[in-house]
């Protein structure tokens, strides 16, 4: 624990990030995690952070809106925009027009001492539900970088390495001047509550 963190009333010291999360408590760790990006927390804020931390799989506004029915929906958007802005959430665009929203694996300890990093990983979408989930590695090579497995040549290069790769194959083919920030993949089938 932070010996210099304590909470407004001045009692107990805060749980840092890491403490928050092996207490598996969403409110807690959705607090920690606004304190830690500096955030201001508010209590729509920490609700919805807290609710997409619990979820299994990403959640539309409406699906918030259902979830929190005594919110009104600027403040959800509000919050969701702020979630999303701070780097603690991510928007998923869906090919039917609808944005989903994630907690995701951006918050880290790099990302508090900096500013937050560049929000790259698969999704899974149901064609059946159309639910759509993160695919999150665990450890530090996530998803995407497991599936683009750089090849020997490469020398076992880093995610930053295969980001390159996937720079000069984007200029490769469509040409100099062409600048890729942003590395999606979605992979289409049907979840395990859809195949039974």
Not at 74 to 86: E, G, N
Request: net charge neutral; proline share 4%; glycine share 8%.
């Amino acid at each position: 624990m932070n010996p210099g963190s304590k909470s407004k009333s001045g009692s107990a010291p805060l749980p840092t990030a890491a403490e928050a999360t092996t207490s598996r408590h969403p409110t807690t760790l959705a607090e920690t995690q606004l304190r830690e990006m500096s955030v201001r927390t508010t209590p729509a804020r920490v609700k919805v952070l807290a609710a997409l931390l619990d979820a299994r799989c990403a959640f539309s506004h409406q699906d918030m809106q259902d979830l929190f029915v005594e919110m009104d929906r600027v403040t959800l958007y509000r919050a969701l925009d702020c979630l999303t802005d701070a780097g603690l959430a991510h928007k998923i665009a869906g090919d039917d027009r609808v944005f989903r929203y994630s907690a995701g694996a951006e918050h880290t300890e790099s990302a508090t001492r900096a500013h937050h990093p560049q929000h790259q990983h698969g999704h899974f979408k149901c064609t059946r539900c159309a639910k759509v989930f993160c695919l999150d590695g665990s450890g530090d090579a996530g998803f995407l970088d497991n599936v683009l497995t750089p090849t020997k040549a490469s020398g076992g290069a880093s995610a930053v390495a295969l980001r390159q790769q996937l720079q000069q194959a984007l200029q490769d083919t469509l040409g100099q001047g062409f600048q890729g920030h942003d590395i999606e993949l979605t992979i289409k089938g049907w979840c395990a509550d859809c195949v039974h």
